[in-house]
């Protein structure tokens, strides 16, 4: 079983896969071309010190996103 929340609630170091965008989201397709697509798996790396951005691992690379951005991608957590 998965349970869906938002990219921004991932615990430091957590995994999950992605679900989706928010429909008003309007930079999805750019994230998209940088290799954020339903199905990949990715792990919240780390915070910045002020809580903005974070630094995700994904495909093998690090990518910084914003807050409003995580916030608007839905992603399937593995519950035990």
């Known amino acids: 079983m998965s349970a869906t929340q938002k990219l921004s609630e991932l615990k430091i170091g957590a995994e999950a896969r992605i679900h989706g965008f928010a429909p008003e989201f309007r930079e999805a397709g750019r994230l998209r071309e940088m290799g954020l697509l339903p199905g990949t798996k990715v792990q ?6 002020l809580g903005d951005p974070l630094e995700i691992k994904i495909r093998g690379y690090h990518l910084s996103l914003r807050k409003h951005e995580a916030d608007s991608i839905e992603v399937l957590v593995p519950t035990a």
Do not use: H, S
């Open 44 to 49: 919240l790396v780390r915070w910045a010190p």
